[in-house]
């Protein structure tokens, strides 16, 4: 019995160490984590974590799994879903899966899991350790510089919650400027309205001389050369076009292959011969396209022939104030240069070929009066200066009003936005910061958009619109997120998490797109930094040894 007892002390004794801290005598259970050492009491039966077993307390680290939730073997590989505690004194204790215990790789800083194998583990703790403080150290300084550089810019920033509230003052006076402005810009526009009736009605009444005008010249261009046409037929001079003197005209023969006969001549001008009005309403328009002139020079001066008044209405019941366009001049220049001589065609082959005929003249004019554009009468003129100028300021009280509204849209989003807990988000608000990456700029605007901007100089995608804040539920201004952008082909609305950190610069870095059209990016700004981590004692988080 007494054998008994000692044989479990020395059991005991032996998954205990004792360590001394100061004057505190603490029991460590083998593989337990500390803050559960309170249910390992070795003079009391053991209770699974679980409540599903309670066994003598010599079957903890027995190496035979007993409970089911691993926690009787925290100290040895025999339950499969058993953690280890490596204390890692002078580090932070870790938990590991209890079957890397014994398993011959040192997992624990302090080699505590592989206690009875042959493995010799160094303790490296202490490096670790000190690895941690510099890097410790290291976030302090930078938290310390950013916390500075943070408490300049939230002084001199406008967009604080007080000037949110302050801009309310702003925002009623702009609602007020808005209101007058929406009242003058409809004055305006309704004095637009007015005289652009006035001008239109003006240059409607000008395009309609003009094109009066224009009739008017076709029809006294094609008089001209219908007396031209009969003056070159009438070789002898009898103001009669007969038989004989069409029939030298070959090139008015349809049946080129033919002889031109006497009966297609007569076909043509429909009796033996005709007078200038018979021509002029039968013959002229029918040979026209195809007429040529015979060379010279044997062709005798025409009398010049009394034109008679074209015959069309427009033309007898035109306004006087219409003659003022009809340039004299013009219409002889035009006659004059529409005549073109056989031995001319080859000058012309090289050329225009259009202007070998007298009818493809008349189209040539039609162009040119189409190109050019008659310049309108004064009184045109001056309707047309107002009518730009209440245009103009039509146009520039209409802008000033937009750039009222857009400050207006911007205050009212600005002022519900929440800015991070203590506001410290606000001066950000609406500023866009650039990452410049190989293939695209990347822009995001604070707590509105962030885009993706092609450098091939393709257009913008939008990535992501302001959504809310979503970091962990301890941390929730740790990371931003913008989303419902541009839908990816065949994909989801493209979106952003942007995650922010303590930065002595305010910049964007390291972009990415762990998924398709899901992107993550970095921005550091001092207003990121953290008072709290800047002021911790520089011996509160020393590690003990
Ligand atoms: C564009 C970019 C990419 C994205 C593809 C998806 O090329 O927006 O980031 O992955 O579209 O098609």
């Known amino acids: 019995m007494m054998f008994l ?4 002390l020395a059991t005991i004794l032996c998954f205990f160490t004792s360590i001394s801290n100061g004057n505190i005598q603490q029991t460590v259970l083998r593989g337990v984590q500390t803050s559960l050492l309170s249910m390992y009491i070795p003079s009391k039966p053991f209770t699974c974590l679980d409540g599903s077993l309670t066994i003598p307390f010599e079957f903890v680290n027995d190496d035979y799994c007993d409970c ?30 209890s079957h890397f215990v014994g398993d011959g790789v040192c997992d624990c800083c302090d080699g505590s899991d592989e206690y009875e194998t042959i493995i010799v583990c160094n303790n490296t703790c202490f490096e670790l350790a000190q690895k941690f403080q510099a890097s410790r150290d290291a ?3 930078l938290h310390a510089a950013g916390v500075e550089k943070k408490k300049q810019i939230l002084a001199s920033t406008t967009t604080n919650k007080f000037g949110r509230q302050f801009s309310q003052k702003h925002l009623d006076e702009l609602e007020q400027d808005l209101k007058i402005l929406e009242k003058e810009l ?4 309704e004095l637009k309205r007015q005289v652009e009736i006035l001008e239109n009605a003006a240059k409607e009444k000008h395009k309609k001389l003009c094109e009066e005008k224009r009739t008017m010249q076709d029809v006294s261009l094609r008089n001209n050369q ?12 009898d103001s009669l076009i007969s038989i004989d003197e069409l029939q030298k005209h070959t090139e008015l023969d349809t049946n080129q292959q033919n002889e031109f006969t006497i009966e297609e001549v007569r076909s043509i001008l429909g009796s033996d011969s005709v007078n200038l009005n018979e021509f002029n309403t039968t013959i002229f ?11 010279e020079p044997t062709r005798p001066t025409p009398e010049p022939t009394p034109l008679p008044e074209p015959s069309i209405d427009s033309m007898t019941t035109q306004s006087p104030s219409l003659e003022t366009f009809i340039d004299e001049e013009d219409l002889t220049t035009h006659t004059r240069s529409s005549y073109k001589y056989e031995d001319e065609d080859d000058y012309e082959e090289d050329h225009h070929r259009e202007s070998k005929t007298l009818a493809t003249s008349i189209e040539h004019e039609k162009h040119i009066h189409d190109s050019v554009a008659p310049e309108y009468d004064d009184e045109t003129k001056k309707l047309m200066e107002i009518a730009e100028e209440a245009r103009n300021r039509y146009h520039e009280i209409g802008e000033k009003f937009l750039s009222i509204k857009h400050q207006i849209e911007d205050l009212k989003k600005q002022s519900t936005v929440d800015a991070g807990p203590h506001d410290e988000y606000s001066p950000i608000i609406d500023q866009c910061f650039d990452y410049e990456e190989r293939e695209y700029t990347y822009r995001i605007c604070m707590f509105k958009t962030a885009k993706q901007i092609s450098k091939g100089g393709g257009s913008e995608v939008i990535i992501g619109y302001w959504d809310s804040w979503c970091g962990p539920k301890d941390n929730k201004y740790l990371k ?15 979106s952003l ?8 610069e305010q910049k964007l870095t390291d972009v990415r797109e762990p998924s398709r059209c899901e992107y993550t990016i970095i921005f550091e700004t001092p207003l990121a930094c953290d008072e709290n981590i800047a002021t911790t004692s520089l011996h509160s988080d020393h590690v003990e040894f």
Not at 5 to 8: A, G, I, L, P, Q
């Open 5 to 8: 007892f000692y044989v479990n």
């Open 68 to 97: 089911q939730d691993g926690s009787d073997e925290p100290g040895t590989s025999a339950c499969p879903n058993g953690q280890f505690f490596c204390e890692n004194k002078g580090y932070f204790g870790t938990l590991i899966p």
């Open 139 to 141: 976030q302090r300084a």
């Open 186 to 189: 409809k004055e305006k526009e």
């Open 226 to 237: 219908m007396h031209e046409m009969f003056a070159d037929l009438d070789t002898n001079g």
């Open 285 to 295: 328009d029918q040979i026209s396209n195809s007429y040529r002139q015979l060379p």
């Open 480 to 494: 931003m997120k913008y989303s419902n952008g541009a839908t990816c082909w065949n994909g989801p609305p493209r």
């Open 497 to 504: 998490i942007v995650t922010l950190q303590c930065g002595i």
